[in-house]
């Protein structure tokens, strides 16, 4: 079955960076679009970023010129490089794959 394991999340200064990933298996990873999702505390999970099979590439507006999203189809697993991270970037960071499926999380953290 589908699996997503997130991994590299963490405590980070403001104006820091971090590189998240998300190793995939149970299918055909390099035939389906792939997202990065964040839920803060009290909100609703929003969409920041998105990438194709091919490699199109779709931002949040907050996120946009800041985070990258990136894939490396012989290792099934996509990338989420944030630079100069805000404090409202404080979120666990889930990945999507096909048919809606989720991974367990993983936290960003980003405060002095």
């Known amino acids: 079955q589908v699996q997503l394991v997130e991994s590299g999340g963490g405590l980070v200064q403001p104006g820091g960076s971090l590189r998240l990933s998300c190793a995939a298996s149970?299918?055909?990873?390099?035939?389906?679009?792939m997202g990065w999702y964040r839920q803060a505390p009290g909100k609703q999970r929003e969409l920041v970023a998105f990438?194709?099979?091919?490699?199109?590439?779709n931002y949040a507006g907050s996120v946009k010129g800041r985070f990258i999203i990136s894939r490396d189809n012989a290792k099934k697993t996509v990338y989420l490089q944030m630079n100069s991270l805000k404090p409202e970037d404080t979120a666990v960071y889930y990945c999507?794959?096909?048919?809606?499926?989720w991974g367990q999380g993983t936290q960003v953290t980003v405060s002095s």
């Open positions: 999507q794959g096909p048919s809606a499926s």
């Open positions: 149970g299918f055909i990873f390099s035939s389906y679009d």
């Open positions: 990438i194709t099979r091919i490699g199109l590439t």
